[in-house]
C-alpha cells in the first residue's frame, strides 16, 4: 500500500506499471484504469488521502478528471482546476469543468464525514475565474474532526455508480414513483431544482432537440475535433491515458485491429466506425423514457459548484433506486452554432434567463451496467512536494 509521503513525492507522475505477464489481457481489456475504484477505502494514514481515493471517482465532463490537489499543513487541502484539462470548444466558459468540480467536491465531503470528520469549504476564496476558470483556487478545503459526523446514506452507492451510454430497455418504463424516490432519495441541494418527467409529449420533444444537439457537435468541426483528440482506442491508449472517452473491450481490439476503428476513421463520416457511433448515440437517445434536469436561478460559479454536488447525489440516487443515468450535455453547450437548441430545450423546460438548465439526463432500465470508468491515480492529481 503506497505511503502518503510516497504518494505526494509522486504527485505527478503517472504509476500505471503493465508487467509482461499481463500484456494479453491489457489488450482485450484495461485493469490497471480501473484500480482507482478499488483503491478507495483504503488507509493512507492521511483523512484527506483517504477523502481524495473517493473524491477522484467523481463524475466530469468528457472524463477530464479537472481536479489539481494541494495539501496544505496537516488537515487542509487547497482545489484548482486543472486549465490542461478544459473544453474550450465545447464548453468555452468552463461551466461543464466547474459542475465537475462540484461533485469531486461533494464527493470528497461525503467520504470526509464517513471517516468522522466534516468540512469546512471556502469556495472561490481569492474570486471566482469569469468568463473562465484561471489559476485561483476553487476552493479551500479544512478537515475537522466530528464524531457525531454520520454517513450519508447514498455514499454507499459510490462504487457502484456508472454512466450508462447503451440504449435503454423498451420493456420497462420509469414510473412516476421512480421519480419521486429518485427525488427523495437524492435529498434537495441549496440553490438547486430537480425536475423529471414520464410525459410522452415532452420525452418525445426533449429527444428531437438532443438528437439534434448530438448531430450538431458531431458536425461542427472544431467540437468534433475536441472529442475526437480525447478518444482513447484501444486497452494501450486507455492505460497510457486514463481519461477522455474510452472505447476498448473485445470487439474495439478486433475493429482496431481489422484497421475499421481509429482517429481517422472517426473523422471521416462515410466511414463504418463514423456511422456506427452515429447511430449508436442516437439509439441511446432514442431508447430514453423519462429525463430528469437540474435547474438553477443564475449561473455563477458557486451555483455551477452546487450543481456538480445535485448531479452526484442524483445519479448516486438513481444507483441505488437501480436506475440507469446518462447525461447529455449537448444541448446545454454554448459554443454558437448550438445556440437555437439551447434556447428550445430552455423554453420547452420553462427555464427562462437568468434561471439555466446545469444538466440534463435520460433515465431507464438495463439488463446489465458497464465497467468503472478509468482514472487517473491519485497521486498523479496531487501537487508534489517541493
Known amino acids: 500500500m503506497p505511503s502518503r509521503r510516497s504518494l505526494l513525492i509522486a504527485g505527478g507522475a503517472t504509476l500505471l506499471v503493465v508487467g509482461a505477464g499481463s500484456a494479453s489481457v491489457l489488450m482485450r481489456d484495461a485493469p490497471a484504469a480501473r484500480e482507482p475504484w478499488s483503491q478507495a477505502g483504503q488507509s493512507f494514514d492521511d483523512a484527506r488521502l483517504d477523502a481524495l481515493a473517493f473524491a477522484i471517482l467523481a463524475p466530469n465532463p468528457h472524463n477530464r478528471q479537472p481536479w489539481w490537489v494541494r495539501l496544505d499543513g496537516e488537515d487542509r487541502l487547497t482545489l484548482f482546476c486543472d486549465l490542461d484539462r478544459r473544453l474550450p470548444q465545447t464548453d468555452p466558459f468552463d461551466r461543464q469543468i466547474t459542475v465537475g468540480l ?14 468522522g470528520y466534516r468540512l469546512e469549504t471556502a469556495l472561490f476564496p481569492l474570486g471566482d475565474g469569469e468568463p473562465r476558470l484561471d489559476q485561483r483556487p476553487v476552493a479551500n478545503v479544512r ?65 428531437s432537440h438532443l438528437h439534434q444537439a448530438w448531430h450538431i457537435e458531431y458536425d461542427t468541426s472544431r467540437t468534433h475535433a475536441e472529442s475526437l483528440a480525447l478518444t482513447r482506442i484501444g486497452a494501450a491508449e486507455v492505460a497510457a491515458n486514463p481519461d477522455g472517452i474510452s472505447l476498448y473491450g473485445p470487439m474495439m481490439e478486433a475493429w482496431r485491429g481489422l484497421g475499421l476503428l481509429n482517429h481517422a476513421s472517426l473523422t471521416r463520416p462515410d466511414t463504418m466506425a463514423a456511422r456506427g457511433a452515429l447511430d449508436f448515440y442516437d439509439s441511446a437517445i432514442g431508447s430514453a423514457q423519462a429525463f430528469a434536469w437540474l435547474e438553477t436561478a443564475s449561473n455563477d460559479r458557486v451555483a455551477q459548484i452546487h450543481t456538480g454536488a445535485a448531479w452526484l447525489r442524483t445519479h448516486l440516487a438513481a444507483t441505488a433506486n437501480g436506475l440507469a443515468f446518462h447525461p447529455l450535455s449537448q444541448a446545454l453547450q454554448e459554443f454558437p452554432e448550438m445556440a437555437g437548441v439551447y434556447n428550445a430545450v430552455h423554453a420547452l423546460l420553462g427555464v427562462a434567463a437568468p434561471s439555466r438548465i446545469q444538466g440534463l439526463f435520460r433515465l431507464g432500465y438495463v439488463d446489465s451496467v458497464p465497467r468503472p470508468a478509468p482514472r487517473w491515480p491519485m497521486e498523479t492529481r496531487l501537487m508534489p512536494l517541493a
Open 102 to 115: 462540484g461533485a469531486f467536491l461533494e464527493l470528497l465531503r461525503m467520504a470526509a464525514q464517513a471517516d
Open 143 to 207: 478537515f475537522v474532526r466530528d464524531p457525531d459526523a454520520g454517513t450519508d446514506p447514498l455514499f454507499a452507492h459510490v462504487p457502484d455508480r456508472r454512466t450508462v451510454r447503451t440504449p435503454f430497455r423498451d420493456d420497462r418504463p420509469v414510473s412516476t414513483d421512480d421519480l419521486a424516490e429518485l427525488d427523495r432519495l437524492a435529498s434537495a441541494i441549496p440553490g438547486v431544482q430537480r425536475r423529471s418527467s414520464t410525459d410522452a409529449a415532452l420525452v418525445e420533444t426533449v429527444k
